[in-house]
């Protein structure tokens, strides 16, 4: 049976291939593999399947993504953050406030971390949060982001936001430094 799932995955995958879009019974097809108990390499499969698709193919999968099996979720997210899709970032720091599963935070906070996309100015707009498990989160997504991947954006801003934030993540003399070369 997963083997015949994960033929059919492939031909829907093979309409990317050759230019079509993906029809309304693929992409239930895709959701019905990343939803219901499947090995992981269906998982896999379905979700690479997502990945090559149109953003629209992409808002179907985030827009439902809580309804997917926690392991087809866990395997989704560092494949959301390898996109060019501004909303599947977004989505993902979103989530880290609005969740409970910590061990989704963890795959959350080190898939984001690794990102090659730009997220600093998306993670800057929700600093300004009243939740402390938020901020939290978010102090230590920065952190594991590391120093050098913020310092290039915090030098192209004429004066650094939420600095002391800033300070309490990475130290007075590293945002100092900045200082002096802004």
Known sequence: MSIQRLKLIKKIQMHVYYGLDYTPDAVTYLFE????KQ??????????AFMQGEEAVLDYLLDRFD???QQALYLAIPMLVCTQYVRCYSFC??????ISDEEEVTILVYSLASAEYEILPLIIEKLI?????????????????GFAKVQAYLMLS??????AIFREIFGDSKIDEIKHKI
């Open 158 to 163: 004429p004066s650094i936001p939420f600095e």
């Open 93 to 98: 720091i979103d989530r880290l406030g609005a």
């Open 129 to 145: 949060t009243d939740s402390r498990v938020y901020l939290a989160r978010l102090k230590r997504l920065l952190k594991k982001m």
């Open 67 to 69: 309804e997917l099996d």
């Open 39 to 48: 090995p992981n390499y269906v998982y896999v499969a379905a979700l690479l």
């Open 33 to 36: 593999s990343v939803s219901t």
